[in-house]
């Protein structure tokens, strides 16, 4: 029988993790910029931090960059920092657990929701709330570059250790602390951003989704996911088993604090309808339309003219009026006070206000 991982001796795997480590390195720190200012960072000559403007200094915690601002928000995601840096040990058999009681494999479900990354080779792949890199582990089999953030420290340091037991090749890979709210990458940095896990507790899910998606490309991909029973769902002995022993399946997806800038959006629902999964690419500002497209019958005339035309009202007789004077025209009745209101207003100029 071969070695198991588990029978790596603390030793060995330190010599296995400090040479990965070295590479680690290789992703530069220049990727990162200020979570406050968002302006380039130095490193420290004794690489022990990176220096942000004056008195931002962010340490270097076993080699971790700790990018975290000191600000009321940072304070909001407080009591998370807190949860997990208490759990960290004994969040892995919860996690087991779960999947065991959803009788769902792990790494199958994991796969599947990451494909919806669409990555190509050497895309450049944010995993944001990366905990104890579950999903890292997988995201290192793909020729990509993987920046994996997590609040807390602790998660991050069993995740590390995930990493080297397995003894993956961690080359394209930086972790970072970090908090969603605040991220420390400039607008567009990634190809892609998954996440999934934490959000129903960040503190602002709009505030939360607007900074995911202010890193990603324009046409990027954004993956996001937690618990939340699918809406037929919600009165099943299924949901209330659920919601019963973790009350956080009681959320439900937050497709209304989408970005305006979301297009192609999906949500579905995975792990037997326990937890929603919603992906989208990144676009521009709110979705476009042609405001000069000519509505058919009666009413007519366009967006633009409908939105953007109002005038105050008239009396009902007067409106009457005008109804039957476009209907004997044979205009609608935006071709018709198009017409006439635009022959008196060049009549009024022409001849003078007052007369
Ligand atoms: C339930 S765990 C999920 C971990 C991992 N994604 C997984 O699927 O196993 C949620 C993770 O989100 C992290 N988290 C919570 N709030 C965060 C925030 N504001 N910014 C970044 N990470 C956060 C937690 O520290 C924790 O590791």
New binding site residues.
Partial sequence: MGTTIGEVSRAESCIVADTKWTIVRMIPESSFVSPSTKQPLTKTPDGSALLGGPGERYPLIEGIPQLLVHSGQAQA?GE??AY?RDRASE?DRG?EALFAMLLANEEQTRGEMFAELEVRPDSRVLE?????C??TIHLLDMPIDVFA????LE?LLTGRDRLRRAGKDTSRLRLFC????HLPFADGFFDAVY????LN???DHRK?LEEITRVVKPNGRVVVGDEGIAPWLANSQFANILQNSNPLFRHRAPLDCLPVAARQVACRWILSGSFYLISFVKGEGEPRLDLDVEFPGRRGGSHRTRYFGKLEGVSPELRGRVLDAAAAEGLSVTAWLEKTLGRATRNVARDGAGD
């Fill in positions: 995601s998370s920092q997990y969040y996690i944001i709330g990366c905990g104890t579950r999903d953030g997590d609040l807390s998660m970090a908090d969603v709210m996440h999934f896990g934490g507790l960040f503190p939360a």
